[in-house]
């Protein structure tokens, strides 16, 4: 066996070492909160860039749509300063290792190859290896230190639930408003182009009787 073979089978070994949650790990969290603020800017961009989509979807109410506005702004803000505080030194060093610590045994764990420089999926056994090690690291430190980081660890885990889900729902209540719109658009291009053909009068009433309730032609 070659000397990089060696470190290879030996780095493979040592995984459990060095263990994150698949499901809850600090790059994953910051990639999100990221990621998140990078679509609120978008948002914000189009609604500089073409403000008149969202005040015609909510019919003309500026306030409504002001009030829309600044829920993307508040989110882009909270987004940041979350993303400062992962960065903190505690939840640097032990955000990993606390929640590998606590839940290593009952969700899926990842472990760090020295050799490959990456994550890869443990086995069963290797799991509670790397929660063992996870946990001697953590009882290392003081009460004091591992209450401090508790709160910081778990204050960032709901923060991060909280924000995917007012995403999740604004993102959702955005497309809704934009696809309404598109489709309004469409109507208003079928009506003048029905109205410049040849199309007779009582089918251009038929046609205009099948539109939705909210449009008035003169």
Not at 75 to 83: D, G, I, N, P, V
Not at 98 to 126: P, Q
Not at 182 to 187: E, P
Request: net charge negative.
């Amino acid at each position: 066996m070659t000397s990089n073979n060696t470190r290879a089978e030996k780095a493979r070994g040592l995984r459990y070492k060095k263990a994150i949650l698949s499901s809850l790990n600090r790059d994953s969290i910051l990639e999100d909160f990221y990621e998140i603020e990078q679509q609120c800017s978008d948002v914000q961009y189009f609604f500089e860039e073409d403000g008149e989509t969202l005040l015609n979807a909510l019919n003309g109410d500026e306030e409504q749509e002001w009030e829309f506005k600044m829920m993307f702004s508040d989110l882009s803000a909270k987004c940041e300063q979350f993303r400062s505080a992962v960065y903190d030194n505690y939840v640097t060093e032990h955000f990993d290792d606390f929640f590998v610590g606590i839940c290593g045994n009952r969700y899926k764990c990842l472990g760090y190859d020295s050799y490959e420089e990456d994550y890869y999926s443990l086995t069963s056994y290797a799991c509670d290896w790397a929660r063992d090690e996870s946990r001697k690291r953590l009882m290392r430190l003081t009460k004091e230190e591992l209450l401090n980081i508790a709160g910081q660890c778990f204050g960032i885990a709901m923060s991060w639930n909280d924000i995917q889900h007012r995403y999740n729902c604004l993102q959702a209540a955005f497309d809704i408003l934009k696809d309404e719109n598109t489709v309004l658009l469409q109507y208003i291009k079928d009506i003048e182009a029905a109205y410049d053909s040849d199309m007779s009068e009582n089918d251009f009433k038929r046609f205009v009787s099948e539109l939705p309730d909210r449009f008035w032609i003169e």
